[in-house]
T-cell receptor, first 108, second 115 residues
Framework: GIQVEQSPPDLILQEGANSTLRCNFS?????LQWFHQNPWGQLINLFYIPSGTKQNGRLSATTVATERYSLLYISSSQTTDSGVYFCAVMEYGNKLVFGAGTILRVKS | GAGVSQTPSNKVTEKGKYVELRCDPISGHTALYWYRQSLGQGPEFLIY????????DSGLPNDRFFAVRPEGSVSTLKIQRTERGDSAVYLC?????????????FGPGTRLLVL
C-alpha cells in the first residue's frame, strides 16, 4: 500500500516563528488532506489539497503531485497552533492513509 | 451545522467483555468511516460504509470486530471478547459521498481502555 512519511517528527517553536511541515507519499494520489489534532484529540480539517496551493489565514499548503510531496506552512505561530499535524492520502477503497504526524509545540 | 458525534467519549471495560461504540455522521453524508488511533500514531482505517452496506472492511483486525449501519445513518462498531491490545481511540468520519475527491470529517473519538 501507499506509504506516507512526515517530517520533522516533532518541532518546538517560539510564538511568532514560522515553520514548514513536509509530507512525502509513495504513489500518485487523488486526495490529500492536512489535519490538526488538538490536545483534546479532535481532528480538524485544514486543507483538501491533492495539487496546487491554498491559503487560509496564517496557514497555507502546497502539493506537488508529480514529485509526491506536500508542504504545510504555518506563519506567525501561536500557542493555539500546538498539537499534532497529520497528512493523509486516499488509497483505493476511499480509505485515508495517515502519516505518523508532526508534534508541534509553540512556546509563549 | 452539527458535526460528527460519537458516544461514549470514554469507555473502560474489562478484558473479555463486549463493547459497542456509536457514531452519528453529519446529516446527509452517505459515506461513513471508522478508524483506530493508537497512542503516538496516526489513525488507521478499519471499515467504511456507503449507505447501509460495508463497502470495504479490509482494515478490521480480526473477527472480534464488527460494524453495522442498518439505516444508512448511525453506525455502531462492536468489539467482542475485548483484549488489552484493543485499547485505543476509535474515530468515526463521514463524507458527502464515497468519492475519491471527498473530504472526510472526523468526530471527537471514543477512548477505549481495556483493563
Amino acid at each position: 500500500g501507499i506509504q506516507v512519511e512526515q517530517s520533522p517528527p516533532d518541532l518546538i517553536l517560539q510564538e511568532g516563528a514560522n515553520s514548514t511541515l513536509r509530507c512525502n507519499f509513495s504513489d500518485s494520489v487523488n486526495n490529500l488532506q492536512w489535519f490538526h489534532q488538538n490536545p483534546w484529540g479532535q481532528l480538524i480539517n485544514l486543507f483538501y489539497i491533492p495539487s496546487g496551493t491554498k491559503q487560509n489565514g496564517r496557514l497555507s499548503a502546497t502539493t506537488v503531485a508529480t514529485e509526491r510531496y506536500s508542504l504545510l506552512y504555518i506563519s506567525s505561530s501561536q500557542t493555539t497552533d500546538s498539537g499534532v499535524y497529520f497528512c493523509a492520502v486516499m488509497e483505493y477503497g476511499n480509505k485515508l492513509v495517515f502519516g505518523a504526524g508532526t508534534i508541534l509545540r509553540v512556546k509563549s | 451545522g452539527a458535526g460528527v458525534s460519537q458516544t461514549p467519549s470514554n469507555k473502560v471495560t474489562e478484558k473479555g467483555k463486549y463493547v459497542e461504540l456509536r457514531c452519528d455522521p453529519i446529516s446527509g453524508h452517505t459515506a461513513l468511516y471508522w478508524y483506530r488511533q493508537s497512542l503516538g500514531q496516526g489513525p488507521e482505517f478499519l471499515i467504511y460504509f456507503q449507505g447501509t452496506g460495508a463497502a470495504d472492511d479490509s482494515g478490521l483486525p480480526n473477527d472480534r470486530f464488527f460494524a453495522v449501519r442498518p439505516e444508512g445513518s448511525v453506525s455502531t462498531l462492536k468489539i467482542q471478547r475485548t483484549e488489552r491490545g484493543d485499547s485505543a481511540v476509535y474515530l468515526c468520519a463521514s463524507s458527502v459521498t464515497a468519492g475519491l475527491a471527498e473530504t472526510q470529517y472526523f468526530g471527537p473519538g471514543t477512548r477505549l481502555l481495556v483493563l
